[in-house]
């Protein structure tokens, strides 16, 4: 069996295992296992690729601060992991608009980047707006970091109204993670601490990293074909 199948299979089952250990707050379980998700994960990358993208490889490194710092579930958390986040937004950012094509006009695209551009805006707020309430400078904070989700957002879905194929599927379903993600971390955290809610925000959150690696794979093969 090659190593990347091994790396896959290997991170599959620590996804499991740290699911399992978030749930039932296990700390050391799941200390053990989110730290090793990245980099199995980053094996599998490689062992998938001619040729390492570098902007790819910092996206690896902020996400595996961000985890890092995640698990040690600090007071007030929130303010050490928008920075390293927010750089994997960046990060992705920069991945997308290598490839970024001419857009193909349409009513109908045009219409649907308009709609979701709008609930996407909303979306924005409505987290922005759960900050309101603190006398810090959180809620700019997380404003910033709302508009880089939001820019990540309007690329995938963008790049995906312009073009389908299995690369550009897997990068759509890379961002609707991480904003299910936030949201859901954002709803657990400041609005109702409801377990389910944590889970979905955890699960979401390590698949992200899986669907980002096939959408590099898999980008890699549509250039080459």
Known sequence: MKIDRVALIVYLIL???????????LYGLKL??????????FFYYLGNVSRVDVIACFYFIFNFIGDSIGVFELEDEVIYL???????NISLIFIMLKKLE???MSFINVLAILIISIFLSYLWWSIVDVFSYREDDLQYEVGIYGASLFL????????????MN???LFLLFCVLCILMSDVFYVVYNFQAKIAIFDTI?????????????KYMINREVVSNV
């Open 32 to 41: 053990v296992s989110k730290s090793l998700l990245i980099p199995v994960l």
């Open 166 to 168: 299995l690369a550009n």
């Open 15 to 25: 996804c499991v295992v740290a699911i399992f250990a978030n749930f039932y707050e």
């Open 102 to 104: 001419r857009p193909k």
């Open 201 to 213: 925000h955890f699960s979401t959150q390590i698949f992200s990293y899986l669907l980002f690696v």
């Open 82 to 88: 928008i920075i390293p986040f927010f750089f994997c």
């Open 152 to 163: 990540i957002s309007f690329l995938a879905s963008y790049i995906i109204i312009n073009r």
